[in-house]
């Protein structure tokens, strides 16, 4: 994804915790995570994979809120997945999506890629 490394930056520079939510499986996930060498960036990583209900059901978004010490609502969700958007959605957390077709209407933004995140943040996050 187009972005990634500076949009976890920025986060990490403005204090927000981060964490990841996923239905990829440990091994899949610590693959990715060492392959783009961003590990460092996450507070907390939940996978579905031992969880009752991977995404679309929003177990893993909540659990991962939770971790995390916050809020679903003050969270905000960033997809490349339908079924991840509708887990969202469902556990109440504003999602950003990084589509534009029209099924991904039912997210509240709609970014090109991630260097679009940082406008988004700067409008919404207080």
């Avoid at 996978?47 to 995390?68: D, R």
């Amino acid at each position: 994804m187009t972005g990634v490394e500076s949009a976890l930056e920025y986060c990490r520079a403005n204090d927000y915790k981060i964490g990841l939510a996923t239905s990829s499986s440990s091994p899949i996930i610590e693959a990715v995570l060492n392959k783009l060498n961003i590990a460092h960036y996450f507070d907390a990583i939940q996978s579905a994979e031992h969880l009752s209900y991977g995404k679309p059901h929003p177990e893993v978004y909540l659990n991962c809120a939770k971790i995390l010490g916050l809020e679903p609502m003050t969270c905000v969700a960033i997809e490349d997945s339908f079924n991840g958007l509708v887990a969202a959605r469902a556990a109440t957390i504003p999602a950003v999506a990084q589509q534009d077709e029209p099924k991904w209407i039912i997210a509240h933004q709609q970014l090109k890629d991630l260097t679009e995140l940082e406008g988004y943040l700067a409008k919404t996050c207080y």
